[in-house]
Antibody, heavy 121, light 108 residues
Framework: EVQLMESGGDLVQPGGSLRLSCAASGFPFSNYWMHWVRQVPGKGLERVANIKQDGREKYYVDSVKGRFTISRDNAKKSLFLEMNSLRVDDTGVYFC??????????????WGQGTLVTVSS | EIVLTQSPGTLSLSPGERATLSCRPSQSVASSFLAWYQQKPGQAPRLLIYDGSTRATGIPDRFSGSGSGTDFTLTISRLEPEDFAVYYCHQYGSPLWTFGLGTKVEIK
């Protein structure tokens, strides 16, 4: 069974930092693109970042470029999101997701339960 | 970046009725790389339809997707009580995923 479990969400002040983790199990982690998607409570979904199987391609939404870094450890089957210079509008539930197939053109088919990041003074 | 416009914002219907949801990308979505999700409060999105019209594993056949290019539709043929939720469209034709703002299907 595919399982994704996020952790690391917390209450942090503007300008602060957090590191989110996503532990994967039940599938060959190194074969899949992985994604971070966030959702402001009561609002829609927004892709934050994604990373290729070998970690050599990474893409970010414009609003987090230069502040967030996505990475992965295939040996430990883990996905990470390093978040710096956090802003109030970074508040939301952060989901990690795996594509339906190993192709880069694959919708998010498996999602974790999400971890809440709250940026507030 | 491809912007996905969903309509209507809210759909008020009764159980047993047909629901028709629209998603219009700002530019053509390559090879119908468009998906639909259902999301209920406190839960992660659930994949319903991908590649424009293919039902994901375990999805009932009352859900169907159609369309191509810049005009896609999700149809729920007969609403069941568990279908009242928010529905999002999603394009994955590039690593720069985008999502629509959602259509809420509520009980009338």
């Amino acid at each position: 069974e595919v399982q994704l479990m996020e952790s690391g969400g917390d209450l942090v002040q503007p300008g602060g930092s957090l590191r989110l983790s996503c532990a994967a199990s039940g599938f060959p982690f190194s074969n899949y693109w992985m994604h971070w998607v966030r959702q402001v409570p009561g609002k829609g979904l927004e892709r934050v970042a994604n990373i290729k199987q070998d970690g050599r391609e990474k893409y970010y939404v414009d609003s987090v470029k230069g502040r967030f870094t996505i990475s992965r450890d295939n040996a430990k089957k883990s996905l990470f999101l390093e978040m710096n210079s956090l802003r109030v509008d970074d508040t939301g539930v952060y989901f990690c997701a795996r594509g339906l197939s190993t192709s880069r053109f694959s919708p998010g088919a498996f999602w974790g339960q999400g971890t809440l990041v709250t940026v507030s003074s | 970046e491809i912007v996905l416009t969903q309509s209507p914002g809210t759909l008020s219907l009764s159980p047993g009725e047909r629901a028709t949801l629209s998603c219009r990308p700002s530019q053509s979505v390559a090879s119908s790389f468009l998906a639909w999700y259902q999301q209920k409060p406190g839960q992660a999105p659930r994949l319903l339809i991908y590649d424009g019209s293919t039902r994901a594993t375990g999805i009932p056949d009352r859900f169907s997707g159609s369309g191509s290019g810049t005009d896609f539709t999700l149809t729920i043929s007969r609403l069941e009580p568990e279908d009242f939720a928010v529905y999002y469209c999603h394009q994955y034709g590039s690593p720069l995923w985008t999502f629509g703002l959602g259509t809420k299907v509520e009980i009338k």
